[in-house]
């Protein structure tokens, strides 16, 4: 029901005042507590006092509740039917049932303090007009006023206009200048030049809203979320940055850490913007978000892998294999009776490849001569041979049957972009090179040692050869090499905020004998320990633990902005 309490007042002049509440309750409770509907103070005012209720009948009666004492038209009453022009005494306040107005059910009228014999209000003791002061209490209200608006607007407003009046505000003891203004303390990103103590490095216009401009004028980079050719995506690139991002709550961090800014948008987007995204719609992370997509890299056929372009594949989709065009069993390599090398059995590790960079967020590269010549050595006779192409083994091979000569890298690579050959000697010739075999049998033993290495006992075990036409110059292709190095581009993972887990918690290397396995982990691996909103379940994990808003690669989001004129909103 709605009822009506209305408060009743006397000013100093004797005139009465009234202030009306609402409530809308299915019965009032008065008392003390603050849990009370009608909060009464003073002596003789239980915490819980009196409960009125209508009945089923319609008829309204009060029930004392509390040990305090109830008053009926002044007489002691532990229950009553109340009617109109009824009236209920709790302490010194009086309570009257009154006609209740155009939609409302009931009606009290208020009346708090004890009356003198006269009829009035108790005074506080101050003769009533001017006072001890002799300002009357409309003269101190005028000139208290007229002294803050003077001291917290007019002054600083001055110093906003003339940046030398400015500095010397800001810079004086209890002087009032525009840092008068200031509703809180920045966030920790925002409290270092250029913007600290300076306002209008933000504010660029007095008694306006922060712009969009006002922001880009440092952050220039800043990329957009989405395509600008959906309404969504429009939508988003019209907002202002403090939409989201809120200043002067203090250091903590100025960015929305919460699902709801995300879920507003993706918790509906395949019907929001239907056939212009693949995404699926996502709510909370441990119950509704799709299987992980990973980005994979595809070499173009023609020419041999002169290009890579990339592809987004479904981790449990058929098509989710690498296609590096590396050779190589991780489950070899993790043999726990270790592996065989020059030094004898080794047992390896993940660390022994897999090394983070100084970040700790991603891994380095893998690189032969750093994680792999150790045991897989290109020594040939007393030379050793090139990791490079096809050009490069070859040529070093005709040098070394020829002279028996190590050649440098430096000289191998010039001599191949050039095209030259390893130089030849007459029998008998002297030359710097040392003594070999005749001219005819070394391109000929260069040649058998060339198909030995590539086809049978060295390259062919980590790569893709092919064999072409025997009578060429350069008889083999080998297919270029290219490691995936970022597996999900858009989110973002730290491998050192993970350093308490092994390896093999996620990733199954310990089982793959192929290199186009993939090794990522599923979705249900990541919910063993990370939770979304639900934190019983573990870990909680909002959107922005994995993802970014602003996406790299995208538009930049503040460049060729309209400005943003006769904004009412005041950034806050």
């Known amino acids: 029901m709605r009822v009506l309490i209305r408060r009743v007042g006397r000013r100093d002049g004797g005139a009465l005042e009234y202030r009306d509440d609402e409530l809308t309750t299915d019965e009032v409770t008065v008392g003390s507590s603050p849990d009370q509907d009608l909060v009464l103070m003073g002596e003789g005012v239980a915490l819980r006092h009196v409960r009125i209720f209508r009945k089923r009948d319609g008829v309204f009666e009060t029930v004392n509740i509390g040990p305090g004492e109830l008053r009926i038209n002044d007489r002691m009453s532990a229950s009553f039917r109340i009617e109109v022009g009824d009236q209920i005494g709790i302490g010194t306040h009086r309570l009257r049932r009154i006609i209740a107005p155009s939609g409302f059910d009931f009606a009290l009228e208020l009346e708090t303090g004890e009356r003198t014999p ?44 003339k940046p030398s009046v400015q500095m010397v505000l800001r810079t004086a003891h ?59 995506g429009a939508e988003l690139s019209r907002r202002r940055c403090v939409t989201c991002h809120k200043e002067h709550r203090g250091p903590q961090f100025i960015v929305r850490r919460d699902s709801e800014l995300c ?64 050779k190589f069993n991780h489950k070899v390599h993790l043999n726990p009776k270790g592996v065989d090398t020059p030094d ?9 490849c897999h090394r983070p960079d100084e970040s700790g967020v991603k891994m380095l590269p893998i690189d032969m001569k750093q994680h792999c010549s150790e045991c897989h050595s290109l020594q040939f006779g007393n030379i050793s041979l090139p990791h490079g192409s096809v050009e490069q083994v070859t040529y070093v ?36 090179d040392l003594e070999s ?11 058998k040692a060339a198909r030995d290495l590539f086809e049978r006992t060295l390259c062919n075990v980590c790569h893709e050869v092919r064999r072409l036409d025997p009578q060429q110059e350069v008889g083999w292709e080998i297919k270029p090499v ?40 599923r979705i249900k691996v990541c ?35 309209e400005k943003e004129s006769g904004s009412s909103d005041i950034a806050s």
Not at 123 to 149: D, H
Not at 199 to 220: E, L, M, P, S
Not at 290 to 318: C, H, M, N, Q, Y
């Open 263 to 326: 879920v507003e948008c993706h918790g509906t987007l395949k019907s929001s913007v239907a056939g212009k995204t693949g995404l699926e719609d996502v709510r909370e992370f441990s119950k509704q978000h799709p299987e992980f997509r990973l980005t994979f890299l595809r070499p173009d056929e023609e020419p041999l892998g002169s290009t890579w372009k990339k592809v987004r594949v479904l981790i449990d989709a058929p098509e989710a294999r690498e296609r590096s065009n590396l």
């Open 437 to 447: 075999e005749p001219a005819k049998t070394p391109e000929q033993k260069a040649r």
């Open 174 to 232: 209890f002087a009032p200048s525009d840092q008068w203004w200031d509703p809180g303390p920045l966030s920790s990103a925002h409290s270092t030049p250029p913007a600290g103590r300076n306002c209008t490095a933000c504010h660029g216009v007095a008694f306006q809203g922060i712009r969009n401009d006002d922001c880009g004028a440092c952050h220039r980079s800043i990329t957009q979320h989405a395509p600008t050719d959906t309404s969504m």
């Open 344 to 352: 004898g059995k080794k047992q390896m590790t993940c660390q022994n």
């Open 482 to 521: 290219r490691l995936n190095h970022s597996w999900m581009p858009l989110a973002h993972f730290s491998h050192k905020s993970h350093f308490q887990a092994k390896c093999t918690d996620c990733h199954a290397a310990e089982t793959s004998e192929r290199s186009e396995e993939v090794l990522m982990p």
């Open 397 to 432: 091979l005709r040098g070394y049957y020829q002279s028996n000569r190590p050649v440098s890298e430096a000289r191998i690579r010039q001599d191949v972009m050039f095209g030259r050959r390893p130089s030849a000697r007459r029998p008998g010739e002297m030359t710097d």
């Open 527 to 561: 919910r063993q320990c990370h939770a979304g909103s639900d934190t019983s379940a573990g870990l909680r994990s909002t959107c922005v633990v994995c993802h970014r808003f602003h996406l790299p690669g995208k538009p930049v989001l503040l460049q060729n902005k």
């Open 118 to 161: 006269e009829g009035r209000w108790p005074s506080s003791g101050v003769p009533e007009g001017r006072g001890l002061t002799g300002w009357s209490k409309r003269g101190w209200s005028w000139a208290l006023g007229l002294f803050f608006l003077g001291a917290g607007l007019v002054v600083p407003l001055v110093g906003v206009y």
